[in-house]
């Protein structure tokens, strides 16, 4: 979706069905801290982290369509600092769990970002946050992380 195609209820973005839901994923990187991994962008105001703090770190806009309407809902939530929870262990098992997931593509790709987190490290976090799994889909993807890091 181009940016400036956001408001634009003409312009579709992606289905998801009912009952479905998706789970995206983003690294925020504080200015100044070593998880800067983009170039700046030429034509951005430069500003410094002192003129940019405060309590909030980004904005999530996502629009959505009722079934059988035409125009869009907008949902919006601020990421606040206060968000930030310093140790894995106090997330939820579904993040953990999309961690997990989101880790092994990293890995199947080369591990230019995983550092020392591998097979073995998905495994871990992808069994402790198993949780709940009634259609057996979490199980199915520990046994493909298992073949995977057999290859």
């Known amino acids: 979706l181009q940016r400036e195609d956001f408001n634009n209820d003409k312009v579709d973005a992606g289905e998801i069905g009912a009952g479905h ?23 951005q105001h430069a ?13 999530v806009r996502v629009r959505y369509k009722l079934p059988g309407k035409t125009s869009s809902r907008l ?18 098992e579904h993040y953990r769990f999309s961690a997990a997931v989101a880790g092994f593509g990293q890995v199947l790709r080369g591990g ?33 992380v298992n073949l995977a890091a057999a290859l």
């Open 21 to 43: 839901s998706v789970t995206a994923i983003y690294e925020i990187a504080l200015t100044g801290s070593r998880g800067l991994r983009l170039d700046k962008s030429r034509y």
């Open 47 to 59: 500003t410094t982290g002192k003129k940019r703090a405060g309590k909030e770190l980004a904005l």
């Open 75 to 92: 949902i919006e939530r601020p990421v606040l600092k206060a968000d930030i929870t310093q140790r894995l262990a106090h997330t939820s």
């Open 112 to 144: 230019r970002y995983t550092r020392d987190f591998g097979y073995d490290e998905v495994l871990e976090l992808a069994r402790v946050a198993r949780g709940a799994d009634p259609f057996g889909y979490r199980g199915e993807f520990l046994q493909l």
